[in-house]
């Protein structure tokens, strides 16, 4: 080592606004003087604390074989920084009094001049370079650039020990805390001085110092280009959603669905071990990558298109009880009244704009909810809003609504005036997430959700923008897991009235039912988990085009139907209750669920991709079915036990919800789901939720049977049945 | 209770003074100090640290309500022994031997005493028998351990490994945090938990703490 140079004066150069924006600290704060003023107090105390020693020296042999930045290198300068030790006590003890903003302005304010004493080590830096003839040609440090035992070498050469008294922790850490040590990489070309720290090279994504390029991102999609920026080494799933640009991401960016693939168009994201995992070879092949795992470090155009845009959305409800009003009364109206009616699904959206004097549904629109990037149940949603993305939901929400709204009005030609009021149903976690409440208590026991009544407010306080001036509604909810969805199925489906008992199940990821009638009903929640809608089966997929739905055995051969007619892509749940049906009758698996043992494999073939990929019904596939379709059923068992009723007693099985809709109801019987008892009982309802809140908007009488319904219905819990692990075991069976 | 509230408002304004003087005229007007301490105190820190996950509030925010959580605590104290309140649980908490970072450390300490826990910082580069005698000493129910350096993080497996060499693994709680410390780390080296940022942490704690006295 040679020309060691000890620095031991410098400036004192504390900026405020550098050591605020270390902390967070912005002047809109409501308490940025008070931040100012203990600033003020502290900052002397500091100064007089500091004990600032710079040194550094030039090793013309350090290459180093292992590390790839110094093989081959011959010659670098070794810095190190510090500023004693008497600054961190002194931050300690105020966090030990309680004094917490002190001790952390303390803290920043040491960091800041410890970055400010780099500047005033370069002008002694570039005499030595200059003495040498040499440039720099980069500036490393540990542990991103070398390995923290690089440190050792930098302790070692430097003699920190003997010159300053820096100890060298077990870690390789330098002790005191602040100080820092690198390396500067010398190059014969005396021009190059790049001595600053490679912001765009570190990994510290969220480091307030942050310096790097921005990077263009252009966007390919439904819509067209998008031209978006973000800083280099981001996440891309991330910067999208930034530019409310909303890839499917069920899993909520773990790299676990696969399902946010991009493809690149130009530029390059390097391959993750994810992709290798979930995607195909000839997607990675033909460039596609996983959003959530992808890292920008230059330059891209992305095509991010949407296998969900096609979603089928069940827009169909039952319009048995249309309202009866006299033909003349309605005619001799000049100009109509109408209610806009919507149904929130945690998967799809319903917007419907409805006559208020007969119910009659001049239009109606529906779209994907966009809050599924934050993943495909509710309870990663719960998860989302939890992690301090309550803001972005209700914002994406209120948007999708307003669009839909938008889109039904102008489509009628209908005055904003006309509009008396709009009625929602949907389930506690998608109320809560619109209302913008915390989410907090609905994901853990006892399940308590911020408000389960019926919510009213002006359009401008529940959607969030003054178009219209009419109220909004929200249908109650019973508890957290039978929210006002399900509320509004059962007033669509009249129970307030009804004297017989009747059924109510809806077949979603959370397999809601009721049973009762007038007097009493009680209802529950059962987790049936998402298989019913593709969810965690290998070739699963939600409605799409392509998508397998019906599956029939004729002639020796299964054959199967796909929505749209288009070429199979997936398994829809329709399609894999059909298909599970159909291998029950065949006996292709047998009672408990096991495939037979040349399909045990490698699973049951069914058709093939345009790519040539063969879609199979795995026999984790079925294990997922029995699981839902033994909770569901045995949620209808425990309810008709806690009822006290047979089958034979009750009159109705109303089926709501899009699975339900396209459900064949002897191929659910065949797998058990309902009884055979119930055959000719079952009634198909359609988005009863929309139903409900139709109903709701146009009939007065309709907020006393509400009120009724929620008196008479309690919540029942499964789980703690004394018979529930015995009839979770029994219906497992086919 | 109209003065508990108006002490949980003033705690998330970071008011330390009128917090001090409305915690000691709730207890002239004999309210119970533990309804003080959670109606009033520690109900206003956990709305301050709800507020910074959803970045309505910054740190400066929470370490100014944080301290006056602290100021209020010091007037209660007395008469919550005086009561006998035992605190939700006791946890432990330092940064593992051969690393020496502290800030991070002291706002875990902060947040999990916010949180209503009782804190025993053990300071920074403490070595595994120093966690696991300390734990046992105070009979504490969670270990918190900080590692800032790939270079580190093994210590923290060191003190996994310890104690379950003494058969104490199941008496604590252990729980792991730091830069370069992730989930699936935590998974492979056996922690109960790993929490991403100290708001984050002292919630965990808190309902772990809960469940494991129940």
Not at chain 1, 293 to 313: K, N
Not at chain 1, 369 to 390: F, L
Not at chain 1, 453 to 461: A, D, Q
Not at chain 1, 513 to 524: T, W
């Amino acid at each position: 080592m040679s020309d060691i140079t000890i620095v031991k004066q410098f400036e004192n150069v504390i900026k405020q606004e550098e050591v605020f924006k270390l902390i967070d600290c912005y002047k809109e704060s409501d308490i940025y003087e008070e931040v100012v003023e203990e600033y003020e107090e502290v900052k002397q105390n500091v100064l007089s604390l500091l004990e600032p020693y710079g040194v550094f020296g030039v090793e013309k042999t350090c290459e180093e074989r292992d590390i790839e930045a110094l093989q081959g290198k011959k010659e670098c300068i070794y810095v190190a920084l510090t500023i004693g030790n008497k600054v961190t006590q002194y931050s300690n003890a105020l966090f030990k009094e309680g004094d917490y903003l002190k001790g952390m302005l303390v803290d920043a304010i040491a960091d800041a001049y410890l970055f400010s004493m780099e500047k005033g080590m370069e002008e002694s830096i570039r005499q030595v370079c200059a003495k040498h003839k040499r440039g720099i040609e980069k500036r490393l440090e540990a542990p991103h650039d070398i390995p923290m035992t690089f440190q050792k070498k930098i302790w070692e050469s430097l003699q920190l020990k003997e010159r300053l008294n820096i100890d060298l922790s077990d870690g390789y850490m330098f002790n005191p805390v602040k100080t820092i040590g690198y390396v500067l990489v010398l190059s014969e070309d005396e021009k190059l001085f790049e001595i600053q720290h490679d912001c765009s090279k570190c990994p510290s994504i969220n480091c307030k110092n942050r310096r790097i390029p921005t990077v263009q991102i252009e966007v390919l999609n439904e819509e067209g280009s998008h031209k978006i920026s973000c800083k280099k080494g981001e996440n891309l799933l991330e910067v999208l959603r930034r530019n409310k640009i909303f890839p499917n991401a069920i899993c909520s960016g773990k790299g676990v669905c696969g399902k946010c693939k991009v493809r690149v168009v130009s530029g390059e994201l390097p391959l993750t071990e994810a992709d290798s995992k979930k995607l195909m070879e000839s997607e990675i092949n033909q460039g596609y990558r996983l959003a959530c795992m992808a890292q920008v470090q230059q330059p891209l155009t992305v095509e991010v298109l949407r296998a969900d845009a096609h979603f089928e959305v069940l827009t169909h409800y039952e319009e048995e009880n249309k309202v009866a009003l006299e033909q003349s009364e309605v005619d001799n109206r000049i100009e109509k009244d109408y209610i806009i009616a919507i149904d929130i699904g945690t998967t799809t959206l319903a917007v419907g704009i409805v006559e208020e004097a007969t119910g009659k549904m001049t239009d109606i629109t529906s779209a994907v909810n966009r809050q599924r990037a934050y993943g495909a149940d509710v309870i990663s949603r719960i998860q989302a809003s939890n992690e301090g993305k309550g803001k972005v939901l209700q914002e994406l929400i209120r948007q999708d609504l307003w669009q839909g709204i938008e889109v039904v009005i102008k489509k009628g030609n209908i005055s904003k005036e006309r509009i008396k009021r709009v009625v929602i149903g949907c389930n506690t976690t998608m109320g809560h997430l619109l209302m913008g409440y915390s989410c907090e208590t609905l994901g853990v026991f006892p399940f308590t959700p911020v408000n389960i009544g019926t919510i009213r407010g002006s359009f401008k306080e529940i959607l969030g923008r003054e178009d219209l001036e009419c109220e909004v509604i929200l249908l109650p909810g019973i508890s957290t897991y039978v929210g006002g969805d399900i509320v509004a199925g059962l007033l669509a489906c009249h129970f307030e009235t009804r004297q017989e008992v009747a059924l109510f199940v809806d077949l979603g990821t959370n397999g809601e039912m009721a049973l009762g009638n007038k007097d009493k009903i009680i209802c529950a929640a059962t987790a049936a988990g998402p298989a019913f809608e593709g969810g965690n089966i290998l070739w699963g997929t939600g409605s799409i085009e392509g998508a397998i739905s019906r599956v029939h055995f004729k002639e020796g051969t299964m054959q199967y139907e796909t929505i749209g007619q288009k070429p199979p892509a997936g398994l829809c749940g329709t399609g894999v209750i059909e298909l599970v049906a159909e291998l029950v009758k065949q006996e292709l698996i047998d009672e408990t669920g096991l495939l037979e043992e040349d399909y045990f494999e490698e699973g049951y073939p069914i058709a093939t991709t345009l790519d040539g990929e063969s879609i199979v019904l795995t026999q984790k596939d079925i294990r997922e079915i029995q699981l839902a379709k033994s909770a569901i059923r045995t949620g209808i068992e425990i309810l008709l036990e806690s009822y006290g009723v047979t089958y034979d007693q009750v009159e109705t099985v109303y089926l709501a919800g899009g699975f339900g809709f396209n459900l064949d109801k002897d191929k659910a019987i065949t797998i058990g789901l309902f009884p055979e008892a119930f055959k000719n009982k079952i009634k198909i309802v359609g988005n009863s939720s929309l139903g409900g809140a139709i109903y709701y908007g146009t009939h007065k009488e309709a907020e006393e049977n509400v009120e009724h319904i929620g008196k008479v219905a309690e919540e029942v819990n499964l789980s703690t049945n004394k018979n529930f692990n015995e009839f979770y075991m029994e219906h497992m069976i086919f | 209770m109209e003065i508990l509230g108006e002490i949980s408002e003033l705690l998330q304004k970071g008011r330390a003074k009128n917090v001090k003087v409305l915690v000691q005229q709730a207890l002239d007007e004999g309210i119970d100090p533990k309804k003080i301490l959670n109606e009033g105190l520690l109900s206003g820190m956990m709305i301050i640290g709800e507020k910074f996950k959803n970045n309505d509030v910054f740190v400066p925010e929470v370490l100014v309500a944080a301290r006056a959580m602290n100021a209020g605590v010091a007037i209660l104290e007395p008469k919550l022994i005086e009561v006998g309140n035992k605190p939700i649980g006791k946890a432990i908490v330092g940064t593992v031997k051969g690393d020496l970072h502290d800030i991070g450390k002291n706002l875990v300490v902060m947040m999990l005493k916010g949180a209503g826990l009782e804190i025993h910082d053990i300071g920074v580069d403490v070595e595994a028998e120093d966690f696991i005698s300390k734990a046992e000493e105070v009979e504490a129910d969670i270990i918190c351990m900080s590692a800032l350096l790939t270079t580190t993080m093994p210590s923290m497996k060191t003190v996994i490994e310890a104690l379950n060499e003494k058969g104490l693994r199941d008496k604590y709680i252990v729980m792991v945090g730091g830069a370069p410390v992730s989930e699936s780390f935590a998974e492979q080296i056996g922690a109960d938990y790993y929490t991403p940022d100290a708001t984050t942490c002292a919630e965990v704690a808190k309902k772990a703490v809960i469940e494991k006295v129940g």
